[in-house]
């Protein structure tokens, strides 16, 4: 079991978790995380669970919603009020009236929404929970193992992953500056920007080159919030040498900034956010890794077990005593599965599920409740058959985004166009076999363009009057059922 905290740290994580605990029996409470590596659907998947909830939206697998228990679901004022609130309706603005996907997470953020309901056992007498949803960047989730690591571990690890296949080629830059450094050298200023500078680039084509899934921390360096250009975000991996401990070296500068950065950054997210959870959604754009290949894929599966390792987070043995383990369920959501046809959504479903066993295995994962799912939080696809001599194959439709593939101007944004999906295999295994590589969205007719990456322009929602009809989406209903079914029986 790691220990994230101090003494004294744990003393004030009691704290709060007492007066947590103390509203709690006042008022239920279920604080919910939403995480995920950047673009993997926390946005979209917020505003829709929100959206679904307040207007009633199709969930016959939510049972609360199914079985008329829920009177209503209402926005409330949040409770912490040093935290940006989720912006809510303007996400929902753009999805329902401008048809363009909302602004993706940056930062964290917290909405409050209070759902008043029937139990299950029936009787006259209403029932509030209030559901506090904190939406935070999955790259802040991954710092927290580095708050068990020295500088020098840190460095290490980081140039060791930095030199396997496909990040290799995109490390080049760095390791070329980085090869001129030398731990002994006088500490400077713009030796250390400099280092930061090609050190963040690198991260950054990692995650452009749909290595998104994959470990990168320190995640401030991609998701830098309000930090950007502070001196905990400045530092860099240095190559070890003689020297480096000395006062003054470049070495005990970058290692005293790696420090401030779990104290300032790393520790306080922890304390003021992690360890208050009670339930968590990570979502995950598994289709992309499938896409960028075998290499991608085995990245993701080792960020899925260093994402378990976060939950497993110690606290000392008083705290744990005192206090249940605070996160007792964790659902891992696969999203975008509106680009499959749902014939896949199983597929895709034991795909994770497998990864999630082995990374369980692996991290020698106890305590909580863990689940799979594929979902899409907004369905922007519809199915179809296409004919072609004597076959009928299993078309999706959408409208894309407009947009250039393979130089071309393709897509107006404003036409329906049918689509192949991409196969995923029986066999979760063969994801890992470059021979049998998953290929995402293929045009039809087939050209040789390449639509894996593809977006679909969120769909158009009508319904009668004036008013939206909710969201389409699909299985978002199970994961509310496991997210906080059992609170409302
Ligand atoms: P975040 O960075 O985790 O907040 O990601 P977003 O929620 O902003 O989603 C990133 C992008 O993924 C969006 O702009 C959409 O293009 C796409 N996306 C997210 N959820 C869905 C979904 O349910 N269906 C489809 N088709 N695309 C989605």
Sequence with gaps: MISFSSVAEEARIAARALADFGSDLINPTLRIGV?????????????????????????????????????????????????????????????????????????????????AYQSARGGARENTLTLDLVDYPGEWLLDLPLLHMS???????????????????????????????????PASEPNARTAAQFFTAYLRACRDER???????????????????????????????????RAGSLWAMMERRFEAYKTHVVRPFFREHFARLDRQIVL????????????????????????????????????????RPRIDRILFAATKADHL????????????????????????FEGALVDVIALAAVRATREATITRGRD???AIIGTP????????????????TAMFPGDLPEEPDALFDPAAAFRGLAAAPSENADYRFLRFRPPAVRGPGLVPATLPHIRLDRALQFLLGDRLA
């Design 151 to 185: 500088y020098a571990d840190w460095s290490a690890e980081t140039i060791e992953r930095s030199r396997q296949p496909l990040r290799a080629g995109l490390a080049a830059a760095w390791h070329a500056h980085l090869a001129t450094l030398r731990a002994y050298q």
């Design 35 to 115: 995480t995920g590596l950047s673009r993997a659907g926390k946005t979209v998947f917020l505003t829709a669970l929100v959206h679904n909830l307040i207007r009633g939206g199709r969930l016959p697998v939510f049972e609360a919603m199914a079985q008329g228990r829920i009177a209503s679901a209402r926005l409330e004022p949040q409770p912490d009020d040093a935290v940006p609130r989720f912006d809510y309706e303007a996400h929902l603005a753009s999805l329902l009236e401008r048809r363009v996907w909302p602004q993706s997470t940056r930062r964290i953020s917290e909405l409050r929404l209070v759902i």
């Design 284 to 323: 995950i754009d598994a289709l992309s890794a499938f896409n960028s290949g075998p290499q991608a894929v085995k990245e993701l599966e080792a960020s899925l077990a260093a994402i378990l390792d976060c939950f497993r987070v110690g606290r000392s043995s008083w705290m744990r005593a005192l206090f």
């Design 401 to 416: 985004e407009a947009g250039e593939h393979a130089g071309k101007q393709v897509f107006d944004g404003e036409t329906e």
């Design 392 to 394: 009928s194959l299993p």
């Design 211 to 245: 290595l998104a899934m994959s470990l990168l921390p320190p995640g401030r360096f991609l998701m830098p919030g309000d930090l950007e250009g502070s001196p905990a975000l400045t530092f860099a991996p240095l190559l070890p040498g003689e020297g480096g401990k």
């Design 341 to 364: 046809h749902h014939t896949s959504h199983d597929r895709l479903e034991r795909i994770l599920a497998r990864m999630v066993e082995r990374a369980i295995g692996r991290a020698t």
